[in-house]
Each structure stands twice: as structure tokens, then as C-alpha cells.
């Protein structure tokens, strides 16, 4: 028999030039999170051209699902799922090069599928479209509208300036804080005002302050996205939105507290009002599948790549992606493959990096070796309970710094802000914590399904969260604009009332 893997390489080497243009393609027309209409088209039309099943506006305006199976496929066959992401970035394009992604998942599905339809692969093929990953959680939308319930696992890979099997990403917690104040001239009657931008000022450098006391695997990043219309006008109303980042979802809980703390701080202090609201869809740590990275590696190595393997490096912490939240539901891999350079991602140059033609006239690699060992290709997938990731290991092996402190999450019980405190002695703000949950998932029983028990904890309250009601609105939702809005009315959010009166003294 011929090798298949060779004839895998084969059938993506045809597609080159075709790929390539749809590449320059998408490049050429960078379009921002849930209004990926002509990447949708580009995408959908290429695989309907190559006789996928193609399912356009799948679940979400931008998303799409194209399916192939070999004639023989059993229900007991594999089946793969690959991820497409083709959203750019606001200012700076296809600074994340998902337009490498998006040709990634088409020249992996043209391969599989040339095998199998010459009969000698026995699975099914599913190349789901995930549009918004920049911020958008496009992947977690679609978790919860049950996208990835016929997938045994999910791969995709990203770009970069490294060759890393297992690369850590962080989880992401969003944050959206508001004040408010009241307005007054700035000159003739600056005590009849409140300002709302002094509040967020002394929140921002409250952040500042306080990180001296974040462990050194937090990042927490900010900007002010109102502040005022003009200076002779008490600013009424300011806002900040900050990412929070951190290893694993107990320290994450950690971090948001000392957030909570500064938020509120600085309201009191300037006699504000603030809301809060952590945006339901943050995006979990990746938990990579030992067994797909070490096949991923095997694989990589015959074709003469080589991977990182400086401690340091495999040590880093990198961004977040709403692929974590899939690593949670199925055995998945996200890698990060070197596009010859020692550019970040997210800059104007990466994005020149991902229009390029990687240039491979020093380059070693042999992508005409025939790969010897098939038995791992669609042969031995990794099931769902068996696989590491589907037990939750909630600490950073990686991290010396993994003394994880155990959150007390009835410790504000007692505070004398009722407001703070729902009928169960929770903190409100805990409700807003918002990891996956990987158990009831795992046992079939999705988040929204679950029996919220006699003393819930943060994972059960979540549950709650996320209602029938919020999968619904996603569903039908038509803009990016309707979504945020939607979104944040779910949210609980909840808010202090500073003395007014006292402040405006
Ligand atoms: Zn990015
Ligand atoms: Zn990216």
C-alpha cells in the first residue's frame, strides 16, 4: 500500500497556489470579529468547490461547518474536527496571521479527505469555521451551541516565531468597569461635580500599585475607553476595560477579588458609582492533549522540524484563545508553528510576516520523506474520558510560583453591603467568574443542564449563568453591536453607590 501520509502531503502540495491565494485573500481584507463575511464566503465557496458539505452560517452569522466521510464510516470511526480562524485585529490587520489558520484547516481537510475518498481511511472530517477568537469567543458560543458534540478531537495550529507542541496559554478574564459622576463646569462650579475620570485614573494606578502584589504569572492590561468629551465639562461618566490574566481559574479568582478591591476602591475614594461586569465569555488556560502533541511532534520530527527545546521557552506563557475552552470539552491541540522569524505576533510587522512567502531556501526540512508510521493516522484517536484533559488539572506544572492560596468565596458574607451578597452568602461578583466547566460537560450533561447542588460552588453558579436564554440570543443575533449589548445585560453586574452628597463636597 502506498504511503497515506505521503499521499496526505501530496494532495496539500496540489492545493498550494490555490491556498495561497485565498490566503493574500483574506490578508487583503482584514475583518474584525463576528464581520468575517468575505472570509465566510472565501472559505465556504473553497469547500464547497472540493465537495465538502458545507453549512454556512452555522450556529452564527460567520461560522460554517463543512463535513466529509469516507463511504464506509460507522459511527465507531473517528471523527476530526479542525478549526479555522480568520479574524483580524482593529488598526493592525491580519496581525495574528488567521489567515494562515484559515488555509491551515483547508489544506488539512483537502489531504484527509483525498484518502479517504479513495477508500483507504475510514472516519469523518469536520472543518468547523470559528469566526471571533480576537476577544469574541467565537469557539465558546459555539461549545455551548453544541458545535463540537459530534467531534471525538479538535487541532488547529497558530503562527508564530516558534515551533511549540504544547504552547501555555493563559485563561483571560475580561472586565468592563464603569464610573459614573456628575457633570458640571469645569471652571464656574467644579463642586457641584462628580468626576468619573478621576475615578478611573486612581483605578488604573490602583492596578499599577497592586501589582506588586500579583504573582509574576498574572498579567493584567488596560484601557480607558471613555473618558470625558471635553475639558471644561466634569467628566459624568469613564470607562476601563482590563484584561486579567493568570494560569488556572483558582488564581484567577484570586486576581479578580484584588480587582474587585481597586474597583470599588476608587469609586469610594472619589465619591463615584461603579459597575463591574467580568464578561461570561473569558477564555479558559489551554490544556493540551499529551498523547495529539507527542503524535503532532512524531510526525513533525520525521518531516525534519524541529521543536523548541529550550526550558526557558517551553516555560513561557503566551496569550489566551478561545481554543482553551475546547481543550476542556475534547482532546485538542492548538500548536504554534515558526514562520522564520523573531517578530511578535500582534504588531504591523508580523502582519507583513503573514502575507509573506516563508522563504525556505536554508530550510531543512523535508516535506518529501515519507512518513513510516501510520497507525496513528486516524487510527488511534484519543477518547474523551481517557484523555488527560478531560480531568481538570487546575495548576501550572510549569509555574514555581504555584502555592495555589484556596479562595474562601463566602468571606464577604458578612459584608454590610447587602448588594454584595446573594440569599446563598456568595458574593455576588463570584458569579461572574466564569470558567468552563469541564465536568459536566464531560459526563454529556452540558453547563446549562446541570443540578445546581445544596452549597453550589463558583463552577455551579456559572452553570446558572449561562442560561437558555443567552445561548438563544447568540444565536439569532445579527451584529457584533447587538451581541456586546445583549452580553452585558445577562451579566449580573452590580454596582456601589458612594455617597454622592458627601463626595461632591
Ligand atoms: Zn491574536
Ligand atoms: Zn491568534
Not at 221 to 235: D, L, M
Not at 326 to 345: F, G, Q
Request: proline letters at 6%.
Amino acid at each position: 500500500m502506498e504511503n497515506e501520509k505521503s499521499k496526505v502531503c501530496a494532495a496539500i502540495e496540489r492545493e498550494d497556489a490555490a491556498l495561497r491565494d485565498i490566503s493574500i485573500n483574506i490578508w487583503d481584507h482584514p475583518e474584525l470579529c463576528y464581520d468575517e463575511h468575505h472570509a465566510h464566503q472565501v472559505l465556504t465557496t473553497y469547500l464547497q468547490a472540493k465537495g465538502f458539505s458545507v453549512e454556512g452560517q452555522f450556529k452564527l452569522p460567520t461560522a460554517f461547518r463543512a463535513t466529509t466521510q469516507s463511504k464506509d464510516f460507522t459511527d465507531d470511526a473517528p471523527t476530526i474536527g479542525v478549526m479555522c480562524e480568520y479574524d483580524a485585529l482593529p488598526g493592525i490587520g491580519h496581525a495574528c496571521g488567521h489567515n494562515l489558520i484559515a488555509i491551515l484547516g483547508l489544506a488539512i481537510a483537502c489531504g484527509i479527505k483525498d484518502v479517504m475518498d479513495s477508500g483507504d481511511l475510514k472516519g469523518k472530517m469536520i472543518v468547523l469555521g470559528c469566526p471571533a477568537e480576537e476577544g469574541g469567543g467565537g469557539k465558546v458560543k459555539l461549545i455551548h451551541t453544541g458545535a463540537y458534540e459530534d467531534m471525538d478531537i479538535a487541532m488547529m495550529a497558530h503562527p508564530s516565531q516558534f515551533n511549540l507542541p504544547k504552547p501555555i496559554y493563559v485563561a483571560n478574564s475580561p472586565v468592563t468597569v464603569n464610573f459614573k459622576g456628575k457633570a458640571s463646569h469645569a471652571s464656574s462650579f467644579p463642586w457641584n461635580g462628580i468626576n468619573a475620570l478621576d475615578a478611573a485614573v486612581l483605578c488604573y494606578q490602583s492596578v499599577a500599585c497592586m501589582r506588586q502584589q500579583f504573582r509574576p504569572t498574572w498579567r493584567v492590561h488596560g484601557i480607558f475607553t471613555k473618558a470625558g468629551v471635553k475639558p471644561n465639562i466634569i467628566p459624568d461618566e469613564a470607562e476601563l476595560l482590563f484584561y486579567c490574566r493568570a494560569p488556572n481559574s483558582k488564581e484567577l479568582t484570586e486576581l479578580q477579588r484584588k480587582m474587585v478591591g481597586l474597583f470599588e476602591g476608587a469609586a469610594v475614594a472619589t465619591g463615584c458609582k461603579v459597575n463591574y461586569c467580568f464578561d461570561p465569555l473569558s477564555y479558559d488556560s489551554l490544556m493540551s492533549s499529551e498523547k495529539l502533541a507527542s503524535l503532532y511532534v512524531a510526525n513533525g520530527e520525521e518531516l525534519g522540524i524541529k521543536f523548541e527545546n529550550d526550558p526557558l521557552l517551553l516555560g513561557k506563557q503566551g496569550g489566551s484563545t478561545d481554543m482553551g475552552n475546547v481543550s476542556r470539552v475534547l482532546p485538542s491541540i492548538h500548536p504554534k508553528y515558526s514562520l522564520n522569524t523573531d517578530i511578535s505576533a500582534h504588531t504591523k510587522e508580523f502582519c507583513d510576516i503573514a502575507s509573506d512567502e516563508i522563504d525556505d531556501s536554508e530550510d531543512d526540512r523535508d516535506y518529501d520523506n515519507d512518513l513510516e508510521d501510520e497507525s496513528d493516522l486516524l487510527g488511534d484517536v484519543p477518547d474523551r474520558e481517557s484523555d488527560p484533559a478531560a480531568v481538570e488539572i487546575d495548576q501550572d506544572p510549569q509555574d514555581p510560583y504555584n502555592a495555589v492560596t484556596e479562595v474562601e468565596f463566602d468571606d464577604q458574607a458578612d459584608s454590610d453591603m447587602d448588594s454584595d451578597v446573594d440569599e446563598n452568602g456568595e458574593s455576588q461578583w463570584v458569579k461572574n467568574v466564569n470558567h468552563f466547566p469541564p465536568i459536566p460537560l464531560f459526563t454529556g450533561q452540558p453547563g446549562i443542564k446541570a443540578a445546581i447542588p445544596d452549597d453550589p460552588s463558583p463552577i455551579d453558579i456559572y452553570n446558572l449563568f449561562i442560561t437558555d436564554e443567552l445561548i438563544a440570543e447568540w444565536k439569532t443575533e445579527t451584529n457584533v453591536m447587538q451581541e456586546q449589548s445583549s452580553t452585558l445585560k445577562t451579566c449580573s453586574c452590580f454596582q456601589i453607590e458612594a455617597d454622592s452628597k458627601n463626595g461632591s463636597q
